[in-house]
C-alpha cells in the first residue's frame, strides 16, 4: 500500500540508522528514529526534530552545512 518508493527508501534510512553509532537521523528539520515497538525495519517519524535531538551528538543532523 502507498508509495513503494517511499516504502524502499524508509528500509534505507532505518538500515542506516541501525548500522551506525547513532540512535536517529534529521532530515529535512524531522527526525526519523527506529521504531522499537514496530515491527522490523519501521521507523518513526517525529516532526520537527527538537532542539536537543539537533544538539545530540548521536543524532546524524543531514541538514547540517
Known amino acids: 500500500m502507498g508509495d513503494p518508493e517511499f516504502h ?3 528500509d534505507q534510512l532505518f538500515d542506516a ?3 551506525s553509532r547513532y540512535r ?3 532530515k529535512n ?3 526519523y528514529l527506529p ?3 514496530g ?3 519501521e521507523i ?3 516532526d520537527p ?5 539537533v544538539d545530540d551528538p548521536r543524532v546524524l543532523n543531514l541538514d547540517e552545512d
Not at 49 to 53: G, I, M, N, V
Open 8 to 10: 524502499e527508501i524508509e
Open 17 to 19: 540508522i541501525v548500522d
Open 24 to 26: 536517529a537521523v534529521i
Open 29 to 31: 528539520g524531522n527526525i
Open 35 to 37: 521504531d522499537p515497538n
Open 39 to 41: 515491527f522490523p525495519g
Open 44 to 46: 518513526i517519524l517525529v
Open 49 to 53: 526534530a527538537e532542539p536537543e535531538d
